[in-house]
Nanobody
Framework: QVQLVESGGGLVQPGGSLRLSCAAS????????KGWYRQAPGKQRELVAV???????NYADSVKGRFTISRDNAKNTVYLQMNSLKPEDTAVYFC?????????WGQGTQVTVSS
């Protein structure tokens, strides 16, 4: 079964940067959108950024201007470049591919922003 594998999380100081990657272990057809969600302790999972099959991007207001989502179709990978990180960005980050007939989720990668 195809899986999404995330990498790039870790501990970073406020103001620092991280780049998350999400690679599919095989081909996934009919992907309508690829995105990143995050879930902080005690909070609901929230959408961070999404890129559609047509290349349209959308971001949560809290990350606009700081995060950038991109993709490399040849590598079957989606990225999340996170700059100017804040303590409130601390969460487990999940990648999500909206495909037909099922959606795919990664296992999550921890991002901790702390001095």
């Amino acid at each position: 079964q195809v899986q999404l594998v995330e990498s790039g999380g870790g501990l970073v100081q406020p103001g620092g940067s991280l780049r998350l990657s999400c690679a599919a272990s095989g081909r996934i057809f009919r992907v309508n959108a690829k995105g990143w969600y995050r879930q902080a302790p005690g909070k609901q999972r929230e959408l961070v950024a999404v890129i559609t099959s047509g290349g349209i991007t959308n971001y949560a207001d809290s990350v606009k201007g700081r995060f950038t989502i991109s993709r490399d179709n040849a590598k079957n990978t989606v990225y999340l470049q996170m700059n100017s990180l804040k303590p409130e960005d601390t969460a487990v980050y999940f990648c999500h591919w909206a495909a037909l007939p099922i959606d795919y989720w990664g296992q999550g990668t921890q991002v901790t922003v702390s001095s």
